[in-house]
């Protein structure tokens, strides 16, 4: 809990007014891209586990979706592989 003044207090993301018990949200927000999300996740598929590695949005068309190739690093092949995804948007 971090005082403000005498008065108000930061409680987990609310800030509170203690002598009149008021409370408005604060902006704090973190904003992340899709492919930020997806550097750093597992990757699987019959033939394929790795991490991926890198994304970029891909011209590739999916009903209701967006499409990213990305480069996996699998520990068992001597070369990274590259694969098309759909992220589904919209929801």
Known sequence: M???TSNMKIV???EYNIGYNERKW??????????DL???KTYRSNSLTGEIISAEK???WYENAE???VEIYSAH??????????????E
């Open 77 to 90: 092949t001597l070369k990274n592989k590259y694969r098309t995804i759909a992220v589904k948007v919209g």
């Open 67 to 69: 499409a990213y190739l």
């Open 2 to 4: 971090e005082l403000l």
């Open 58 to 60: 891909s011209n590739v």
């Open 26 to 35: 604060l902006t704090m927000a973190n904003l992340y891209t899709i492919q």
């Open 38 to 40: 997806l550097i750093g």
């Open 12 to 14: 987990g993301g609310l």
